[in-house]
């Protein structure tokens, strides 16, 4: 059975909160219209990544009304829905209970949704860049990595400045995953390196890679878009260029099995 997958590279307007949200609930409503079963979004495609003052003002704990709304989304439509990711407040996420890896503070966070609208998986990006940014002053890294179980696939998610550590990928992989989904906010000029990386990540570790990019202009940058998906041999199933676009593309378990079964490069491991 395969899945069909929509990835929405959203027009992200820094610090247009209402707008992005807005634009992003119209993109899933036309994704799950299209027949899509899952559907991604960008890394912090509500306030934008370089949007760094707004942090503090749109933060919100997982119970907040923001994703309150991609949950309605997710159930409403029958979809799993990847929030893209969201700057979470951890002091209000722990006081809804939440398990957090600091109590206060800021987390870069996604969140995977199942088609009741239910948390299925929490992931709080690892690796902040600090290559003029200010990612890793006002952000607390995840410690957290998990996975679920979405048609035939163990699913697992990572962030952006992630596709630069490889070993990140082979804890997952040692969960078992097969498609990981990575919300981005990968700008020029560096566009080489991001499809070279996401490649990467597909080929060594046989699986499934769906980059969700974000395109629009920063004071500081300009996002890239060029949202791709990468089956386990690493070729290009589907791909955007830079303008706002919904990349879809069926995937599909039993291709994963067989692939790393007729080229086990897993299995030779050595560690």
Not at 169 to 188: F, H, I, K
Request: some cysteine; charged content about 25%.
């Amino acid at each position: 059975m395969t899945v069909s997958l929509a990835l929405c590279q959203l027009e992200i307007e820094p610090d247009e909160v209402a707008r992005n949200l807005e634009r992003a609930l119209q993109r899933i409503e036309e994704a799950a219209a299209n027949g899509a079963d899952v559907v991604a979004l960008p890394e912090l495609f509500d306030a934008g990544y370089f949007a760094f003052d707004a942090y503090p003002r749109v933060a919100q704990g997982l119970e907040g009304a923001r994703l309150g709304e991609l949950a309605d989304a997710a159930a409403d439509h029958g979809i799993w829905l990847l929030s893209g990711s969201v700057v979470e407040d951890l002091s209000a996420s722990a006081e809804s209970g939440v398990d957090v890896p600091a109590t206060d503070g800021y987390a870069n966070t996604a969140v995977l949704f199942d088609p009741s609208g239910t948390r299925q998986l929490v992931y709080r990006k690892h690796h902040l860049f600090g290559y003029e940014s200010a990612e890793t002053r006002l952000l607390t890294p995840g410690e957290r990595i998990d996975t679920a179980d979405v048609g035939g696939f163990t699913v697992g998610v990572t962030t952006c400045y992630d596709l630069r550590f490889p070993e990140l990928y082979r804890e997952l992989v040692d969960l078992g995953a097969t498609l990981v989904l990575v919300p981005s906010a990968w700008p020029y000029p560096r566009v080489e390196h991001w499809k070279t990386l996401s490649r990467a990540r597909a080929v060594e570790n046989l699986a499934y890679v769906a980059t969700i990019n974000g395109s629009g202009e920063f004071e500081e940058a300009t996002l890239l878009g060029r949202s791709a998906v990468y089956n386990p041999w690493g070729t290009t199933v589907a791909a955007a260029g830079d303008e706002p676009a919904t990349v879809t593309a069926d995937v599909d378990p039993r291709r994963v099995r067989e692939i790393r079964e007729e080229f086990p490069s897993l299995r030779d491991r050595r560690r």
